[in-house]
């Protein structure tokens, strides 16, 4: 899947590429524009040892970006974003003899500046698909802890993480589409597949950060 996902981004950046250095004359169909944005992560972490039962976690982006208009369809977007990511955790459950049951889940929070460089194609004016780069940059890592007994929460706790066991550098490949109701608010889906380990060191499987994102755009 991830071999896919990066054939699909090489292609279609060369396909960018290739429209413009081919095509005679270049005008822009319109000014380069800025914007904003922001929506919902729904991340997880691949192969996690010891994480018996990973789940995607909910987290958020939110970021500013530039979009540059190379050909008549085709335009560059590169983008700063906060990055919420990482996976939750629920343990499974014990049941002592007297009958309590007990439930632990945590929630791995990992936060990143990211760098995507998106290249999109126009399939009509206000549809585009994407396909490009993101490079991540590590400023924070925690676990947040919760217990339940019987059902009742009995404990919640936050736990900062040694970043030194962590790679700070992250490199995911990005696949995307956007559609803009309006000449400025625009709705955008994308999702990027970490390549690198997130950990230093790592003697087992390679654990990779995956993330889908949704949102909204605003452009001035």
Not at 20 to 26: E, G, K, M, N, R
Not at 58 to 85: H, M, R
Not at 203 to 214: H, L, T
Request: glycine residues 10%.
């Amino acid at each position: 899947m991830k071999k896919l996902i990066l054939g699909l981004a090489v292609t279609a950046g060369s396909l960018a590429f290739a429209q413009t250095t081919t095509t005679t004359t270049t005008t822009s169909s319109s000014a380069v524009r800025f914007g904003i944005k922001g929506g919902m992560n729904v991340s997880s972490l691949s192969n996690d040892a010891g994480l018996d039962d990973s789940k995607s976690k909910i987290g958020f982006n939110g970021g500013v970006f530039a979009n540059i208009p190379v050909g008549s369809s085709f335009s560059v977007q590169p983008e700063v974003l906060y990055n919420n990511l990482g996976s939750k955790v629920t343990l499974t459950d014990v049941t002592t003899p007297g009958g309590t049951n007990y439930t632990a889940e945590y929630a791995r929070h990992l936060d990143y500046i990211s760098v995507p460089l998106m290249f999109q194609y126009n399939l009509v004016p206000n549809f585009y698909l994407e396909a490009g780069p993101e490079f991540s940059f590590m400023i924070d890592a925690r676990d947040k802890y919760k217990s339940t007994k019987n059902g009742n929460t009995t404990g919640a706790e936050s736990y900062s993480l040694d970043k030194d066991d962590f790679n700070t550098f992250n490199f995911g490949i990005g696949i995307g589409a956007g559609y803009y109701f309006t000449d400025n608010i625009g709705l955008t889906a994308r999702y990027v597949a970490g390549a690198t380990d997130i950990y230093k060191n790592n003697n087992g499987d390679a654990v990779r950060n995956n993330n889908f994102q949704v949102g909204l755009a605003f452009k001035f």
